[in-house]
């Protein structure tokens, strides 16, 4: 598998570490009512038929925490973005 | 060598082999002679060797099918003593000179095979035998069959030394990737380069040309060779191409990746020095053009393996590429016109053809007129049943339409049932190939992104439509990378090589005789597959785990498609609905060594060594892999046992001082205004209210609450702190703030780098610590506990001027500082140290009187956190802060996780002093049974104290703090030991921390 | 007691030795240099500094920073990018220590700095077979029509960190490894570098 770093270009897997879901997002409530909330970041993840954006780690290249829109079906890597917005050139 | 030898079945002429050399080689201990251009293969042939090597089960006398990577039966052991290598197919060995090969899986001889005495048992070796017949008893399996089945079924003996060549791996790049170099690919490879694209076109032969070198074809009106010459030519001289000979791709990925092995020096006897003996390329390609062509099938009848029986397109390649006669007298039996034509070439060579034996009903002409070119006769709708002869064919049965047999000496058979596209390739990541009614074959299905197919592999067998959809298919891959090529005239090839494979399948000849085999080099047989199939085993992917059709080295390549056939036929299914397994990377066997490459022995994987490395090697140190690195394990004198070495390394600390190289630790330094804002947040305790001179023990937890790490980190500037992980953790750790700053708070000002590398760290500890360091730190610096006091950290300079950071530290519970210089002065800063120490008696300690002390002391490490403690479990619940969020605060505050019955951790002594206590030993109630039920938690660590002098541990134990001073049982079953253990607090020296301080 | 000066150490000394090795004739195919004392350091841009830090650098240096995988040279100081807002800044000129120290008085405010002078090791990989032999490790495509003239890339080879510039249009490489894993990548390259022929030169 490649994937298109916007920073450092097309590199090969194994510069990468894997994270996984990227649509979760970390709860602010720390009341006993957001323990749902913080179960679902912290545990529950999808499995989609279909495109599905991830976390990777460019951790053999620049460190830059990427958000890879994947294929779960054909491994197709449809879109990579910098996960901290307005990152890069 | 030079000289000729007799070689009996050499053709006076013909052949891309070079005659005036002759190479000397031994098969089995004879020697014989052959000439450069040779396989193994063809030069045995030559030789009149036609018994290669004995089957897998069965011991059944083999000889060589075919002529390519496609072998099943012609394994053989090349080389001998370290460099002997089993299962290489004596088809695709190039020749040289002193070449040692031997037959295998044959005792005492190749011609006397005890062994085949297995032959008589075949009804108990049939399909799913193990399974079935050596059920009982149990215990039986492992001492007696399978040694047994071990010793009598076998593909060949690894050497059992080290491997002494050299392997590598590289990477290449190109926009097209041209997978085989026959006629197609050498097409396409002239299209895409000719437009300037960057082309790699791989070839597993070590010459150009594929099936042009086997046929005598012409193009342009010429010999097919002269055209191979040209365009090799023309490429090589195009800086954009690049020809990889003698290098099989073996599997396809994602992204446009591809592997292909190299065997840079498999044709000499020995690699040259500095030279690699293979080396396995991972190629990324924009496009990639497979034109792997086709692998002709057998036809199953009975006894279809005698050595004498050959592939036709094999017949073709021994007679017109090598020169040789693979015998006097032929048959040849096919069901298709492409075949026939090898009569042509064999009475050209001058052997004798007795029969074009045609399975078709129907009369084909251009069969016809073979044959009568051939002076054979030609019989339409005979097969053959059955073949005469044991070491070698002698005979034929024939059995015409009416059924009528008819007995015909030869000594050679000439079988084809068809081509079958090489699809293989096309598979590898989830493709799957799709039956084609016209070819009676499996054809491309869904493609690799990136990839297309031509040639025969595409299933256009015709050498003009080969060239022309290969020049298509390579215009068009150099196109999608966005060059321009252009149209180039394609030369006419000749009309007799034109012909298609017109094939009314036969597949299997019914109602044969003897044994008829669909997988020759698994001995699976048509009774078999039936077998399997009355059982229950249907599918192909099933029928191969149930008989093994389709295993080993060769993975079936000759045998799927006529055992989907047979299968079809015994479930009266249509073949084409039959399916096939799924083909896996690799494509041909590649060497568990060419995987490794370089890292292997030594550098198995890169070794990190920290900066006073060649210092401690110099004090003959022991180390000791931790995570990547390499540490100091201790020091031993001469002569002095290792826990005696251990023991003298921590009393020297608790007495006098000691001097560790900690370099290992992760440093990182995180900076920005924002930094102590970031830190509280990935920190459980607080540390923006940290002074700047100051450092602070920090705990780290998961989201989900669990303690990932911990380390101490100082505050250097208002906006620079200096932070230290594990050893073990330094990269996730890295990561894990990294994916806090991007991802979580990105609004943050706050940079973090990692600084590992740059500071050599050194602790000094011992009560004469400071006057150590008052050696060393420059003088303007004043260490005095006022000054600089426990947890004191700062910018100094040592030795006249070297930048440094100080840190007033202790892992070890007495009076400690650690020291940092950059890393190119680790080695010098060890040395001053020691020379600054040594009228305090000071001694270098390693990472195990480390351990011994910080258990001693009762801190948590590694086996400690073991990523399933919490902040509470180590007793650390003090530390998390109630005042802030912070990673893992929600989660760790959840019931089960501060539940005071969880394990905590104690201090264990045990109580009888002389015990010796076990980390992993279970922690039971002192009069409880050693059942499950009863466990109530683990040691975790030990170590002999010297202080104390016996023996102590960490552990986890249920409620642990509340049951300080009560017995428990230390059981472990698994080394024997059943010790009682009291329960203590977990730090044994100096509670009050009165010697830190002082 | 009397302080004597440390001594530097590289961690390829007595290692690193100057001569001919590998395959013994023709011209060598690979020439390796330790390129020692060079001065070395981080820079990360602060938040929110980016255009500032850019125009000082600019101002200082005379070096447009890179924005990409890129490096680029000013007359004292070339800036190697390896990540967004981050450089690795090398000197002969402001050697060791000095670089570092320069960086963090020339950009206070706008860039956090990190010394790491001895944090590395850098080679220069020369000679015809130069590309030849980082193919052995490196999964990037140093073709030019890739990797051209300025270009960089932060990586692996053979599961060490490398980062990596063309220095000029010579097929000349500067390779900044892990000071720790100089040994094993030292190793590695000698290796791969042996069925070319390969100099060592003492001198960078």
């Given at each position: 598998m490649r994937i298109r770093c916007p920073y450092c270009g097309e590199r090969a897997l194994e510069e990468f570490t894997y994270r996984g879901d990227a649509t979760v997002t970390r709860p602010k409530s720390l009341e006993p009512q957001a323990a749902d909330a913080w179960v679902d970041y912290v545990y529950l993840r999808d499995n989609p038929d279909g495109h599905h954006r991830e976390h990777w780690h460019h951790s053999a290249g620049c460190h830059a925490w990427l958000v890879v829109t994947r294929d779960m079906r054909s491994h197709e890597i449809v879109a990579v973005e910098f996960a901290r917005k307005g990152e890069g050139p | 060598m030079t000289g000729t030898s007799f070689q009996p079945r050499r053709l006076a002429t013909g052949g891309l082999i070079d005659r005036t050399r002759t190479h000397s080689f031994a098969f089995d201990g004879e020697t014989l002679a052959g000439h450069p251009g040779d396989t193994l293969a063809s030069a045995l042939l030559a030789n009149g060797k036609r018994l290669v090597g004995r089957s897998f089960k069965y011991h059944r006398p083999r000889g060589i099918l075919t002529a390519g990577s496609e072998e099943p039966n012609a394994l053989v052991e090349l080389r001998a003593g370290a460099h002997r290598e089993p299962n290489t197919r004596a088809t695709t060995i190039e020749l040289y000179d002193g070449l040692d090969a031997a037959s295998q899986n044959r005792w005492p001889s190749l011609k006397l095979d005890l062994l085949a005495a297995n032959q008589l048992f075949a009804p108990i070796f049939g399909a799913g035998f193990y399974y079935k017949t050596f059920m009982w008893p149990a215990s039986f399996w492992e001492k007696v069959y399978e040694p047994a089945i071990r010793r009598a079924a076998g593909l060949g003996r690894a050497a059992t030394e080290p491997d002494p060549d050299h392997y590598e791996k590289a990477n290449a790049f190109c926009d097209v990737f041209v997978i085989g170099a026959g006629a197609s690919g050498l097409a396409a490879a002239l299209a895409a380069a000719r437009s300037g694209a960057r082309v790699i076109l791989c070839e597993e032969d070590f010459r150009l040309g594929g099936r042009l070198l086997a046929e005598r074809s012409e193009i342009g009106g010429r010999p097919a060779i002269e055209w191979v010459k040209a365009a090799e030519a023309e490429l090589e001289a195009l800086p954009n191409c690049r020809i990889m000979e003698r290098t099989s791709v073996v599997g396809v990925y994602d992204g446009g990746t591809y592997a292909a092995l190299e065997r840079v020096n498999d044709h000499v006897p020995v690699p040259p020095a500095h030279e690699p003996r293979q080396r396995l390329w991972r190629i990324v390609a924009k496009r990639a053009v497979l034109t792997a062509g086709a692998i002709e099938r057998p036809i199953v009848f009975g006894d279809n393996d005698r050595p004498g029986i050959m592939l036709a397109g094999a017949v073709r390649t021994y007679l017109n590429r090598f020169g040789v006669a693979p015998g006097r007298r032929a048959v040849v039996f096919a069901d298709n016109d492409d075949a026939f034509r090898t009569a042509v070439d064999l009475l050209a060579a001058g052997v004798e053809v007795a029969a074009l034996v045609d399975a078709r009903k129907g009369s084909s002409a251009s069969a016809r007129d073979a044959a009568e070119k051939a002076n054979a006769r030609y019989l339409t709708?005979?097969?053959?049943?059955r073949v005469r002869g044991g070491q070698s064919v002698r005979g034929v049965e024939i059995r015409d339409q009416g059924g009528k047999i008819e007995l015909l000496d030869c000594d050679l058979v000439a079988m084809s049932g068809g081509w079958s596209p090489t699809v293989h390739l096309t598979t590898h990541l989830n493709g799957k190939p799709k039956w084609d009614e016209s070819l009676g074959a499996l054809v491309p299905g869904a493609l690799p992104p990136g990839m297309s197919v031509a040639g025969a592999a595409s299933g256009q067998f015709g050498l003009a439509s080969c060239l022309a959809s290969g020049q298509s298919a390579g215009a068009e891959a150099a196109r999608a990378c966005g060059f321009a090529p252009s149209v180039h005239a394609l030369p006419a090839a000749s009309a007799a090589s034109d012909e298609t494979t017109a094939s009314t399948p036969l597949w299997q000849v019914a109602d044969g005789k003897g044994k008829a085999f669909v997988d020759f080099q698994n001995d699976v047989t048509v009774s078999d597959v039936k077998l399997a199939a009355r059982e229950g085993f249907r599918i192909p992917e099933h029928l191969k785990r149930y008989t093994t059709l389709g295993m080993a080295t060769d993975q079936g390549k000759t045998a799927n498609a006529n055992g989907a056939a047979v299968l079809a036929r015994v479930t009266g299914r249509y073949v084409g609905a039959v399916g096939t397994t799924t083909f896996r990377p690799p494509f041909t066997p590649v060497a568990i060594a060419a995987f490794a490459g370089h890292h292997?022995?030594?550098?198995f994987r890169p070794a990190r060594l920290a900066p006073s490395h060649g210092w401690a090697e110099e004090q003959g140190a022991h180390f000791v892999e931790t995570g990547p690195w390499l540490r100091a394990l201790y020091y031993p004198w001469e002569g002095e046992e290792p826990q005696a070495t251990v023991n003298r390394e921590v009393a020297n600390v608790r007495d006098r001082v000691g001097v560790c190289d900690v370099s290992t630790l992760g440093k990182i330094d995180v900076q920005g205004k924002d930094a102590g804002i970031f830190l509280d947040r990935v920190y459980a305790n607080t540390f923006s209210t940290l002074p700047v001179g100051r450092a602070r023990y920090g705990l780290m937890l998961r989201e989900d609450g669990f303690v990932l790490d911990d380390g101490t980190t100082a505050r250097l500037k208002d906006d620079h702190y200096f932070m230290t992980t594990t050893t073990a953790n330094a990269v996730r750790v890295m990561q894990h703030l990294e994916f806090c700053q991007q991802c979580l708070w990105p609004e943050l000002d706050v940079q973090m780098v990692s600084v590992t590398e740059q500071w050599a760290q050194f602790a000094v500890a011992g009560p004469r610590a400071r006057d150590v360091l008052q050696g060393v730190v420059d003088p303007a610096h004043d260490l005095a506990n006022a000054a600089f006091p426990h947890l004191a950290a700062g910018e100094v300079t040592v030795c006249g001027g070297t930048p440094a950071r100080l840190f007033r530290l202790s892992f070890s519970g007495e009076l400690a500082y650690e020291v940092a210089v950059p890393a190119r002065f680790g080695e010098a800063m060890m040395r001053a140290i020691l020379e600054a120490g040594a009228p305090y008696g000071i001694a270098p300690y390693g990472t195990e009187a480390l351990g011994v002390l910080r258990i001693e002391k009762g801190h948590p490490a590694g086996s400690e956190l073991?990523?399933?403690?919490t902040a509470h479990d180590l007793g650390?619940?003090?530390?998390?802060?109630?005042?802030k969020d912070f990673i893992g605060r929600f989660m760790a505050a959840r019931p089960a996780l501060t539940d005071p019955a969880r394990p905590s951790l104690v201090g264990l002594s045990p109580v009888d002093r002389d015990d010796r206590l076990r980390a992993g030993a279970h922690l039971l109630p002192k009069d409880e049974e050693a059942i499950a039920k009863n466990d109530q938690g683990y040691v975790t660590s030990i170590a002999f104290s010297p202080s104390l002098g016996h023996w102590l541990g960490l552990g986890l134990l249920v409620n642990g703090p509340e049951r300080h001073g009560e017995i428990v049982r230390a059981y472990d079953p698994v080394r024997g030991g059943d010790v009682a253990v009291e329960i203590c607090p977990p730090c044994f020296i100096d509670p009050e921390g009165e010697r830190l301080r002082v | 007691m009397s302080r004597r000066p440390l001594y530097a150490l590289s961690a390829l000394a007595g290692i690193a030795v100057p001569g001919r090795f590998g395959k013994p004739d023709g011209e060598p195919g690979v020439v390796i240099a330790e390129r020692q004392g060079l001065g070395l350091a981080t820079v990360a841009s602060r938040k929110g500094q980016d255009a500032a830090l850019k125009a000082a650098v600019l101002q200082v240096y005379g070096v447009d920073l890179p924005e990409s995988s890129r490096v680029a040279q000013g007359p004292a100081v070339i800036f190697v990018g390896y990540g967004p807002g981050q450089w690795l800044a090398v000197s002969e000129s402001l050697a060791d220590e000095a670089l570092a120290r320069d960086l963090s008085t020339r950009l206070a405010g706008l860039a956090s700095i990190s010394d790491q002078s001895g944090g590395r090791t850098v080679l220069r990989v020369s000679g015809p077979h130069a590309r030849d032999v980082l193919a052995k490790g490196l999964p990037v495509d140093l073709d030019p029509r890739a990797f051209p003239l300025g270009s960089a890339a932060t990586s692996v080879i053979g599961h060490m960190g490398v980062q990596l510039w063309q220095v000029d249009d010579t097929r000349s490489y500067d390779i900044a490894i892990f000071r720790s894993l100089s040994q094993s990548f030292w190793r590695w390259l000698t290796a791969s570098s042996g069925e070319f022929g390969y100099e060592v030169s003492g001198q960078n």
């Amino acid at each position: 598998m490649r994937i298109r770093c916007p920073y450092c270009g097309e590199r090969a897997l194994e510069e990468f570490t894997y994270r996984g879901d990227a649509t979760v997002t970390r709860p602010k409530s720390l009341e006993p009512q957001a323990a749902d909330a913080w179960v679902d970041y912290v545990y529950l993840r999808d499995n989609p038929d279909g495109h599905h954006r991830e976390h990777w780690h460019h951790s053999a290249g620049c460190h830059a925490w990427l958000v890879v829109t994947r294929d779960m079906r054909s491994h197709e890597i449809v879109a990579v973005e910098f996960a901290r917005k307005g990152e890069g050139p | 060598m030079t000289g000729t030898s007799f070689q009996p079945r050499r053709l006076a002429t013909g052949g891309l082999i070079d005659r005036t050399r002759t190479h000397s080689f031994a098969f089995d201990g004879e020697t014989l002679a052959g000439h450069p251009g040779d396989t193994l293969a063809s030069a045995l042939l030559a030789n009149g060797k036609r018994l290669v090597g004995r089957s897998f089960k069965y011991h059944r006398p083999r000889g060589i099918l075919t002529a390519g990577s496609e072998e099943p039966n012609a394994l053989v052991e090349l080389r001998a003593g370290a460099h002997r290598e089993p299962n290489t197919r004596a088809t695709t060995i190039e020749l040289y000179d002193g070449l040692d090969a031997a037959s295998q899986n044959r005792w005492p001889s190749l011609k006397l095979d005890l062994l085949a005495a297995n032959q008589l048992f075949a009804p108990i070796f049939g399909a799913g035998f193990y399974y079935k017949t050596f059920m009982w008893p149990a215990s039986f399996w492992e001492k007696v069959y399978e040694p047994a089945i071990r010793r009598a079924a076998g593909l060949g003996r690894a050497a059992t030394e080290p491997d002494p060549d050299h392997y590598e791996k590289a990477n290449a790049f190109c926009d097209v990737f041209v997978i085989g170099a026959g006629a197609s690919g050498l097409a396409a490879a002239l299209a895409a380069a000719r437009s300037g694209a960057r082309v790699i076109l791989c070839e597993e032969d070590f010459r150009l040309g594929g099936r042009l070198l086997a046929e005598r074809s012409e193009i342009g009106g010429r010999p097919a060779i002269e055209w191979v010459k040209a365009a090799e030519a023309e490429l090589e001289a195009l800086p954009n191409c690049r020809i990889m000979e003698r290098t099989s791709v073996v599997g396809v990925y994602d992204g446009g990746t591809y592997a292909a092995l190299e065997r840079v020096n498999d044709h000499v006897p020995v690699p040259p020095a500095h030279e690699p003996r293979q080396r396995l390329w991972r190629i990324v390609a924009k496009r990639a053009v497979l034109t792997a062509g086709a692998i002709e099938r057998p036809i199953v009848f009975g006894d279809n393996d005698r050595p004498g029986i050959m592939l036709a397109g094999a017949v073709r390649t021994y007679l017109n590429r090598f020169g040789v006669a693979p015998g006097r007298r032929a048959v040849v039996f096919a069901d298709n016109d492409d075949a026939f034509r090898t009569a042509v070439d064999l009475l050209a060579a001058g052997v004798e053809v007795a029969a074009l034996v045609d399975a078709r009903k129907g009369s084909s002409a251009s069969a016809r007129d073979a044959a009568e070119k051939a002076n054979a006769r030609y019989l339409t709708g005979a097969v053959i049943q059955r073949v005469r002869g044991g070491q070698s064919v002698r005979g034929v049965e024939i059995r015409d339409q009416g059924g009528k047999i008819e007995l015909l000496d030869c000594d050679l058979v000439a079988m084809s049932g068809g081509w079958s596209p090489t699809v293989h390739l096309t598979t590898h990541l989830n493709g799957k190939p799709k039956w084609d009614e016209s070819l009676g074959a499996l054809v491309p299905g869904a493609l690799p992104p990136g990839m297309s197919v031509a040639g025969a592999a595409s299933g256009q067998f015709g050498l003009a439509s080969c060239l022309a959809s290969g020049q298509s298919a390579g215009a068009e891959a150099a196109r999608a990378c966005g060059f321009a090529p252009s149209v180039h005239a394609l030369p006419a090839a000749s009309a007799a090589s034109d012909e298609t494979t017109a094939s009314t399948p036969l597949w299997q000849v019914a109602d044969g005789k003897g044994k008829a085999f669909v997988d020759f080099q698994n001995d699976v047989t048509v009774s078999d597959v039936k077998l399997a199939a009355r059982e229950g085993f249907r599918i192909p992917e099933h029928l191969k785990r149930y008989t093994t059709l389709g295993m080993a080295t060769d993975q079936g390549k000759t045998a799927n498609a006529n055992g989907a056939a047979v299968l079809a036929r015994v479930t009266g299914r249509y073949v084409g609905a039959v399916g096939t397994t799924t083909f896996r990377p690799p494509f041909t066997p590649v060497a568990i060594a060419a995987f490794a490459g370089h890292h292997r022995g030594q550098d198995f994987r890169p070794a990190r060594l920290a900066p006073s490395h060649g210092w401690a090697e110099e004090q003959g140190a022991h180390f000791v892999e931790t995570g990547p690195w390499l540490r100091a394990l201790y020091y031993p004198w001469e002569g002095e046992e290792p826990q005696a070495t251990v023991n003298r390394e921590v009393a020297n600390v608790r007495d006098r001082v000691g001097v560790c190289d900690v370099s290992t630790l992760g440093k990182i330094d995180v900076q920005g205004k924002d930094a102590g804002i970031f830190l509280d947040r990935v920190y459980a305790n607080t540390f923006s209210t940290l002074p700047v001179g100051r450092a602070r023990y920090g705990l780290m937890l998961r989201e989900d609450g669990f303690v990932l790490d911990d380390g101490t980190t100082a505050r250097l500037k208002d906006d620079h702190y200096f932070m230290t992980t594990t050893t073990a953790n330094a990269v996730r750790v890295m990561q894990h703030l990294e994916f806090c700053q991007q991802c979580l708070w990105p609004e943050l000002d706050v940079q973090m780098v990692s600084v590992t590398e740059q500071w050599a760290q050194f602790a000094v500890a011992g009560p004469r610590a400071r006057d150590v360091l008052q050696g060393v730190v420059d003088p303007a610096h004043d260490l005095a506990n006022a000054a600089f006091p426990h947890l004191a950290a700062g910018e100094v300079t040592v030795c006249g001027g070297t930048p440094a950071r100080l840190f007033r530290l202790s892992f070890s519970g007495e009076l400690a500082y650690e020291v940092a210089v950059p890393a190119r002065f680790g080695e010098a800063m060890m040395r001053a140290i020691l020379e600054a120490g040594a009228p305090y008696g000071i001694a270098p300690y390693g990472t195990e009187a480390l351990g011994v002390l910080r258990i001693e002391k009762g801190h948590p490490a590694g086996s400690e956190l073991n990523g399933q403690t919490t902040a509470h479990d180590l007793g650390l619940g003090k530390l998390v802060s109630a005042k802030k969020d912070f990673i893992g605060r929600f989660m760790a505050a959840r019931p089960a996780l501060t539940d005071p019955a969880r394990p905590s951790l104690v201090g264990l002594s045990p109580v009888d002093r002389d015990d010796r206590l076990r980390a992993g030993a279970h922690l039971l109630p002192k009069d409880e049974e050693a059942i499950a039920k009863n466990d109530q938690g683990y040691v975790t660590s030990i170590a002999f104290s010297p202080s104390l002098g016996h023996w102590l541990g960490l552990g986890l134990l249920v409620n642990g703090p509340e049951r300080h001073g009560e017995i428990v049982r230390a059981y472990d079953p698994v080394r024997g030991g059943d010790v009682a253990v009291e329960i203590c607090p977990p730090c044994f020296i100096d509670p009050e921390g009165e010697r830190l301080r002082v | 007691m009397s302080r004597r000066p440390l001594y530097a150490l590289s961690a390829l000394a007595g290692i690193a030795v100057p001569g001919r090795f590998g395959k013994p004739d023709g011209e060598p195919g690979v020439v390796i240099a330790e390129r020692q004392g060079l001065g070395l350091a981080t820079v990360a841009s602060r938040k929110g500094q980016d255009a500032a830090l850019k125009a000082a650098v600019l101002q200082v240096y005379g070096v447009d920073l890179p924005e990409s995988s890129r490096v680029a040279q000013g007359p004292a100081v070339i800036f190697v990018g390896y990540g967004p807002g981050q450089w690795l800044a090398v000197s002969e000129s402001l050697a060791d220590e000095a670089l570092a120290r320069d960086l963090s008085t020339r950009l206070a405010g706008l860039a956090s700095i990190s010394d790491q002078s001895g944090g590395r090791t850098v080679l220069r990989v020369s000679g015809p077979h130069a590309r030849d032999v980082l193919a052995k490790g490196l999964p990037v495509d140093l073709d030019p029509r890739a990797f051209p003239l300025g270009s960089a890339a932060t990586s692996v080879i053979g599961h060490m960190g490398v980062q990596l510039w063309q220095v000029d249009d010579t097929r000349s490489y500067d390779i900044a490894i892990f000071r720790s894993l100089s040994q094993s990548f030292w190793r590695w390259l000698t290796a791969s570098s042996g069925e070319f022929g390969y100099e060592v030169s003492g001198q960078n």
